[in-house]
């Protein structure tokens, strides 16, 4: 019943069938978009403490992505690197440093005690993974980095 008023409605039978499979046709290539893995770029292992929460000039810093930074510009520009910092291919220019406060907004938020220790300069131990797609880094992600 509903397929003959359908083709009461539009026409005979071959030319709803060639409708459908022009329509078809035409969303093709909204169906197969191709689909880039996401993939590790880098990861590196951090002491972030007292040194990592202020900048070059002593400011204290106001966010974790900022301490992210900072500790990268210590290790790579300054020379400061505790005992378990680990080093990593990616944030050893500037551009790049600069940003990991967004790279750090797009990915997986530290846990809020671990955050809580680094702001407060007691310190804490991280695991970053550098995450990408196509070469091209998009965010990271931040873990604790022992236990």
């Not at 022009?22 to 996401?38: G, N, S, Y």
């Amino acid at each position: 019943m509903f397929r003959s008023s359908i083709v009461e409605t539009i026409g005979s039978e071959s030319l709803v069938k060639a409708r459908i499979a022009a329509l078809m046709i035409a969303l093709c290539p909204f169906l197969t978009t191709p689909v880039v893995a996401e993939e590790v770029i880098a990861e590196y292992l951090a002491w972030l403490d007292v040194r990592d929460t202020v900048n070059s000039k002593g400011v204290k810093l106001k966010s974790f992505g900022a301490v992210l930074a900072q500790d990268r510009a210590n290790f790579h520009r300054f020379g400061i690197r505790q005992e378990l910092d680990t080093d990593d291919a990616v944030f050893g220019s500037r551009d790049m440093r600069e940003k990991l406060p967004q790279l750090y907004k797009a990915g997986r938020s530290v846990d809020a005690y671990i955050r809580r220790d680094v702001m407060s300069g007691r310190g804490h131990y991280v695991f970053v993974r550098v995450m990408g797609q196509g070469g091209r880094v998009t965010h990271v992600d931040v873990h604790e980095g022992a236990g």
